[in-house]
T-cell receptor, first 115, second 114 residues
Framework: AQSVTQLDSQVPVFEEAPVELRCNYS??????LFWYVQYPNQGLQLLLK??????LVKGINGFEAEFNKSQTSFHLRKPSVHISDTAEYFC?????????????FGKGTLLTVNP | KAGVTQTPRYLIKTRGQQVTLSCSPI?????VSWYQQTPGQGLQFLFE???????NKGNFPGRFSGRQFSNSRSEMNVSTLELGDSALYLC?????????????FGPGTRLTVT
């Protein structure tokens, strides 16, 4: 079984400040890791994913995340946020192998960027 | 390329009724997954279809069912609706499915059960 814990349900920041959204996971098998963003009244959009290789992954809109296997973490960062980054962010995992074709999501972190 | 479309976008039903939601994947995508999103439980996997076959199923009662057609379009059916079924139902498509493939999400269908 897999689980994903997003350590902060809400993160308020000021515009142009850096932000880190934290994600830890638990799994008995190797996983792929994802970050999705959801704007109000919309579906989810993929920000970035870690499949293999470099543990630092760059995504869209200036976001990046670092995979830390020993700490089973995949924190999302952005050096300078904009008002338009206000949204809910979801960390997710899926199995590397087998036939388990599903994403397991965390509960989400609401990022609010204030002027 | 058109994105994932879901119809209807909003739906209001009464307890005990049944409902069918539709999802049209991105052209060329053969895998369709369904998720339920609620404030309390978050995003939960319902099931995934690939080439008209259900490959994986989440922990939902048998009232929740789905199917996929030869053109990859998928429908989800919920019978004997309960108040707790009120949620945003999201559909996602990908080319092959599988753990590392990117899933493209539709805007969702907001179901309200009264």
């Amino acid at each position: 079984a897999q689980s994903v814990t997003q350590l902060d349900s809400q993160v308020p920041v000021f515009e142009e400040a850096p932000v880190e959204l934290r994600c830890n996971y638990s799994s008995s098998v190797s996983v792929y890791l994802f970050w999705y963003v959801q704007y109000p009244n919309q579906g989810l959009q993929l920000l970035l994913k870690y499949l293999s290789g470099s543990t630092l992954v760059k995504g869209i809109n200036g976001f990046e995340a670092e995979f830390n296997k020993s700490q089973t973490s995949f924190h999302l960062r952005k050096p300078s946020v904009h008002i338009s980054d206000t949204a809910e962010y979801f960390c997710a995992v899926s199995d590397r192998g087998g036939s388990n074709y599903k994403l397991t999501f965390g509960k989400g972190t609401l990022l609010t960027v204030n002027p | 390329k058109a994105g994932v479309t879901q119809t209807p976008r909003y739906l209001i039903k009464t307890r005990g009724q049944q409902v069918t939601l539709s999802c049209s994947p991105i052209s060329g995508h053969r895998s369709v997954s369904w998720y339920q999103q609620t404030p309390g439980q978050g995003l939960q996997f319902l099931f995934e279809y690939f080439s008209e076959t259900q490959r994986n199923k989440g922990n939902f009662p048998g009232r929740f069912s789905g199917r996929q057609f030869s053109n990859s379009r998928s429908e989800m059916n919920v019978s004997t609706l309960e108040l707790g079924d009120s949620a945003l139902y999201l559909c996602a498509s990908s080319q092959q499915g599988g753990g590392g493939g990117e899933q493209y999400f539709g805007p969702g269908t907001r179901l309200t059960v009264t």
